[in-house]
């Protein structure tokens, strides 16, 4: 009996150890499970770490260590001894090893620590990686799929997700193979949708007896009045009437006035129509526009330099310290190509959208395009608290901390009566000046949401002339309205790996073959009536339909069934 009794003891000790050792191998099913032996919401990872029920704090009983490779911001001047750090320290029970690498270096150590596939961090944040790079490393296994951490663990980016006008976010965060790899931030200034402007000098307006332009033949009219007739008073021609420049914040010269004649967002110029990817830049419309401004460029209107010239020579000529010359130039903001030191900034104000000759009237819109600024790795030993960790980063709390810093010392509640740049009251009062050298935030280059909410309610002086509230009226007044139908704006898309590399080939030669065509045209070097058709079978030899069909590939894939 006894030695029965051994034998039974034996197999089943035999058994114990069997079940313990698969599950230690086979984490993943009990380690994500809700702790229902001990009666409360908690989760075991799979270690000795038990992470706190979703939305509560701290996130672990026992400190631990992440290793987060982030860009050194030179704005930032310690980030062990952070304000943000101790923030989200003190809330989370979790620790910061900072692995900081300078900005021009950050894509090298990137890559080399991917292609090594050692010595990996826990976390890659605020380091921007395109989508085939997500779905290369997420499908190899090297980056963590967030989404059921999203689903089971989300409290703060549940609300994102479902935040009035970024009801798509979730599909545009996620790979070709439907995972999430990476957290964005999201930020939506009202002024920023509407990027895409012209300004023009009222003080010349005013000198010629003009109106503020309102058509394609307004717009013509007083830059041949600023050109003709002195409108510095200086007695001599030296007026240049429109100007732009190839790099700025929407400074390219056929951004605006080509919305008076077909919708053009100056980047990848496609709509969607009824479901259907097409571009702009082999329509009729599109050779009225070039048409248009080589007319301008051939009457000495617009300056040819604005195909060649960088942003800090547009703001030489518009700063020209002996005389005001420059009449008119795109920008997102007349401080785009004017210092704020120099007050003639103030000189400029905006057009409003052109109406064309076949009454095509429409600003460019740009719709917040969420940036990737957070990656799990599979060196984390416990992903399930470090997303909780970028979850709470999505609160309203550490996402002002994020952008404006510690309450009550960088930024403080608005009394009664103040207003925000948007006229409404105020919803924060900030104090850093953003751009200053702190240690207080780290520069947001991590997971927030910032909406118009709070960018547009930010306290207003009271001063006409403040950039942020002049650029708010401008955009409010004389924009707002003019978008085109949301649904023609291409959403972003995600690629397969093997998608990309030929997408990204074709986006590189055609964009370039299409901006140089555009200053060709402009400038006389292409005539419009004589090169058009050969412009048009160029564009069909560089692979133009293939690349629609890679574009419609990915965008019925993502959102076609949505």
Not at 217 to 229: C, I, P, V
Request: proline share 6%; glycine share 8%.
């Amino acid at each position: 009996m006894k030695k029965v009794l051994s034998i039974v003891l034996c197999m089943a000790l035999a058994i114990g150890v069997i079940l313990v050792g698969c599950s230690q191998q086979q984490p993943s099913s009990d380690a994500e499970t809700e702790n229902e032996t001990s009666g409360e919401n908690t989760a075991n990872t799979g270690s000795d770490v038990t992470v706190s029920p979703a939305g509560t704090f701290p996130l672990v009983k026992d400190k631990i260590t992440f290793r987060i490779l982030t860009i050194q911001s030179p704005m930032v001047e310690d980030y062990n001894t952070n304000k943000l750090t101790k923030y989200m320290e003190d809330k989370t029970n979790v620790h910061i090893e900072w692995d900081l690498v300078p900005q021009k270096d950050a894509m090298t150590k990137v890559n080399l620590v991917l292609a090594s596939n050692q010595d990996l961090p826990d976390i890659f944040m605020g380091i921007e990686m395109g989508n085939d790079m997500l779905v290369k490393y997420g499908s190899q296994g090297t980056f963590v799929a967030l989404n059921d951490y999203i689903d089971k663990y989300g409290v703060e980016f549940k609300k994102v997700l479902e935040y009035p006008g970024f009801e798509s976010l979730r599909q545009e965060i996620s790979s070709a193979d439907g995972k999430i790899y990476t957290l964005p931030k999201v930020s939506d200034p009202y002024n920023v949708r509407w990027g895409q402007k012209m300004w023009i000098n009222e003080k010349f307006l005013s000198a010629v007896g003009m109106d503020m332009p309102k058509t394609t033949d307004d717009f013509y009219n007083a830059l041949k009045a600023f050109k003709e007739k002195d409108p510095n008073g200086n007695g001599k021609a030296d007026e240049i009437p429109l100007a732009g420049a190839i790099t700025g914040w929407h400074t390219n010269i056929d951004g605006f006035i080509m919305n008076a004649f077909i919708y053009n967002d100056s980047a990848g110029r496609f709509v969607v129509n009824n479901g259907k990817v097409d571009i702009v830049y082999n329509k009729p419309e599109w050779r009225d526009g070039l048409a248009y401004m080589a007319k301008l460029c051939a009457e000495g209107l617009l300056d040819p330099v604005s195909f060649t010239q960088d942003n800090a020579q547009l703001t030489q000529l518009a700063d020209n310290p002996d005389a005001p010359i420059l009449g008119a130039a795109p920008a997102g903001t007349s401080l785009g190509f004017s210092n704020i030191a120099n007050q003639r900034w103030l000189d400029y104000a905006a057009v409003p959208p052109l109406k064309g000759p076949k009454g095509v009237q429409l600003s460019g819109y740009y719709l917040p395009i969420p940036q990737n600024k957070f990656v799990i790795t599979k060196a984390c030993k416990y992903p399930e608290v470090a997303y909780r960790w970028a979850d709470l980063l999505y609160s309203e709390e550490a996402s002002i901390w994020s952008r404006w810093g510690e309450p009550g010392v960088d930024w403080r509640e608005p009394k009664e009566g103040e207003l925000g740049i948007n006229g409404k009251p105020a919803v924060i009062v900030p104090i850093l000046k953003w751009g200053s050298i702190q240690n207080s935030h780290w520069q947001f280059e991590n997971p927030g949401f910032t909406p118009d909410r709070l960018q547009s309610g930010q306290a207003w002086d009271g001063d006409p002339n403040n950039p942020e509230r002049r650029w708010y009226v401008e955009t409010q007044e004389k924009y707002d309205g003019f978008e085109p139908p949301v649904d023609i704006i291409l959403p972003p898309l995600a690629f397969t790996a093997d998608e990309a590399t030929e997408y990204n080939e074709l986006k590189v030669t055609i964009n370039d073959y299409v901006k140089e065509s555009i200053a060709r045209f402009v400038t006389g070097d292409m005539n419009i009536d004589k090169d058009w058709e050969d412009y048009i079978s160029q564009l069909d030899d560089l692979g133009l339909a293939r690349y629609l069909e890679l574009t419609q590939t990915a965008y019925d894939r993502q959102y076609g069934n949505k």
